[in-house]
């Protein structure tokens, strides 16, 4: 045991060497490179494996697969949760959780962080029982099982939920110190369904159906309008969700997939799509979900999510690990198509340079990119703005306030600034400019 | 509860026309379709929701958030799970479960799902505890620490994995009639890490040196070979899988990844990378792994899962659900690039049909096909065979004999039939041919 210990001992001291060699390798200090590597090489040339530390799991072998039919998350990754507000109490009706998006990588979301908002809790609904009906100003109303939809041709694609709430608070100030909270109602997954297009031929369109409504099954009976042509287009009814049958919070057995709009309008546990000429007016589509502008008036029907970005790290969660290098990195989306460019500011948005898109570039899928930043401790205003392929630019605060005035709440895609603390504190500041 | 029950029925004979219309309108049988039409017609315009059954859930709100910081899927779903073979008792030491192919969709495996096969069990390792130690023929041995790999530049890339001995037991004829069993050895996700060519030029590759032994952390202490290569070409030591951290089974906090390579070889729970001039000869690639032809030699270092496919519904566990128009789809893939296309044969391998590739066409990853079925209730043999961006076509099972011969037991990427029966059943029956 003593042996283990030493060694592990000397590992760690070799480590942070290591460590202090990148860093020193982004400065350009070369004097420190050369001393810091010689004085490691000369350690680290006594290594072998035996002399590493044998940790415990490498003396005995570990559980076995007979009790994990559906595995799970290491124990040690307990604080990768989904998390909701405290000061919005959770209650069974009305609540709403958000994804870690300062833990996640790449641009799945795997299921069990997927956001989730519901207005009546989530239902446990037995798919044997459930039915969607397609009516109104239809040639031919149709109900059908869920089984009877999977046999429709299916297709699959990647694409980004985002609540229209998403950083609704943080349009009057900055609220919340936590990546988490100021973007973290925003997931993204690879959906299986099957074009609402086919279902709609199938019940034959009558002549001047304008609109849809899409009724869930909750005890809410959320309900949305949306145009036709959205149905037309890439509209999903949706049952399954990477891969595995969609989740309960997710819509099970079916949801509609209204891809890049707003999160309300992908109407979850749907039963109910009814066809007609005018939208219904809903309690969703009118007391909430609109943007009252100064004028007095309030949009309505603002579907598309428009383009946004967020840096992820870092962020106030992910605070700057040290000065020298370091991989800045984050996500960024839209709901009108595919992200052209990033741009990423180091001084709150008068300096921009351009980020590197990395992996997927999807059609209204998050997107990741990243730029290297050289820290040298200073004070620093972080802000990235995404690009989509309209043209379409990410506004600043100000912009958008100078638009939607202090009254809306919806639909908040101003560029984000994380204020870099000396410390390497990582604040939320909403700069108005 | 009467009315809610009688228009349920009703609903259900009504879902029943829906269902049988369009068999009929895939048959072409016009005259059947218009009467069942009409007699839908009649009874369906009478529909109003109020009419619909309203289900339980619709009355009452469901759970709310405040205990589902990590979510699970619906309690319905609990036969999509992971399974291990009755026959191969699951001991703490060996073993193997494998994914549901039958019950999914689209390209990515949900975590949870994902294959494992292991060795010595599956460690429970503290990250913090954790180390990745490069050395041998380096310039600068190093070691690191799983927060200072984090801070690398990182891609992530959708690739699949498949164990070397998926369908191992089906070379020598039909052993299980399902599909889970028969190809389940394979899952694919979105891999997030740092590209192994970086760490190795922080390191410093020695002249001379041609490979690399990569070394677990688990009990078994499994260690494999691979050429220098593909260290610096796609390899990546990785530590997130579809967005949140890698799971336990699949190598928590560390694996390796060679993309497209045989399972064994993408190291899991790595703690040791060696650079060495030839291949060690460890267990995993002597008296394992490898392929026995029929002269007595046995090949060795056979990395490359070579372009396979196969067709997931139908399957054993999802027989034909009636006659009529059916929607065959499957999964290819090929661990030496994109799939270019795949072949479906109805008469075992006679005739050929090309089906349509569905959704993303990604390197090295699962790639889905459909293509449409009229069946008329007749005996068929469904094969499918996939090529691949370098031309290689899937090989039949008496192609594949030809090479091999008896003794082999890896490797196996033959065409699979499946036999339909009149019932509508499917059964698992290997060609040789």
Redesign the interface.
């Known amino acids: 045991m003593r042996d283990d210990k030493d060694t ?1 001992n000397s ?1 760690d001291k ?2 942070r060497l ?2 202090d060699r ?1 860093r020193f390798l982004g400065s350009g200090l070369l004097g420190g490179l050369a001393a810091l ?1 010689g004085g ?2 000369a350690e ?2 006594g ?3 035996s002399q ?2 044998v ?1 415990p ?10 009790t ?10 307990k604080s ?5 507000l405290p000061w919005i109490r ?4 009305a ?3 958000f994804t870690p998006l300062q ?12 956001f ?1 908002r ?1 207005h ?8 044997q ?3 969607l ?1 397609i ?1 109104g100003m239809v ?7 869920v ?2 939809l999977m ?8 694409h980004f939920i985002e609540c229209a709430g998403n950083g609704a608070m943080e349009q009057h100030g900055a609220m919340h110190n936590a990546l988490q909270f100021t973007h973290g109602m925003l997931s993204c ?4 369904g099957v074009p609402l297009r086919y279902l709609l031929r ?1 019940a034959g369109i009558r002549k001047g159906a304008r609109w849809l409504l899409a ?1 869930g ?5 959320l309900a949305r309008s949306f145009p036709i042509e959205k149905a037309m287009d890439d509209a999903l009814i949706v ?2 969700q ?8 997710q819509g ?2 079916l949801r509609l997939l209204l891809p890049g709009w707003e999160g309300v309008a992908n109407v979850k ?1 749907l ?2 799509l009814e066809v007609g000429d005018r939208p219904w007016e809903t309690r969703e589509e009118t007391a909430t979900y609109t943007d009252l502008l100064p004028s007095g008036k309030a949009r309505q029907f603002t579907f598309v999510q428009e383009a946004k970005s967020v840096i992820t790290s870092p962020c106030p969660e992910r605070p700057m ?1 040290g000065r020298g290098r ?2 800045v ?1 984050g996500l960024a989306w839209s709901g009108a198509g595919r992200i052209k460019a990033v741009d990423v500011s180091f001084d709150g948005g008068r300096n921009w340079r351009s980020a590197r898109l ?3 570039v999807l059609d209204k899928a998050l997107t ?1 990119f ?1 730029i ?1 930043w050289n820290w040298q401790g200073g004070q620093a205003l972080l802000q990235s703005r995404a690009i989509d392929e309209t043209g379409y630019v990410q506004p600043t605060l100000g912009q958008l306030r100078a638009v939607r005035g202090m009254n809306s709440m919806y639909h908040n895609n101003a560029i984000q600034t994380w204020l870099i603390h000396p410390s390497g504190e990582v604040e939320n500041v909403q700069l108005d400019v």
């Open positions: 592990k590992g070799l480590s290591v460590f990148r590597a490691r090489r680290a040339d290594l072998s494996t590493l530390v940790p799991w490498s003396h005995r072998p570990g559980p076995g697969v007979a994990r039919a559906y595995g799970q998350p290491s124990p040690y990754e990768v949760i989904r998390r909701f959770p209650t069974r009706e609540s709403v959780s833990d996640l990588h790449g641009i799945i979301t795997p299921n069990g962080l997927f989730e519901h009546a809790g989530t239902p446990e609904i037995d798919p029982q459930h039915r009906v009516h040639e031919q109303p149709l109900v059908f099982r089984d009877e046999r429709f041709p299916s297709v699959s694609r990647i997954a690879e959906w299986t199938e009724e099954a909750d005890a809410a009976g049952y399954a990477n891969g595995e049958p969609l989740r309960p919070e099970y057995p546990w039963r109910r690990p370091f991989m990195e990395k992996g997927l990741r990243e290297e």
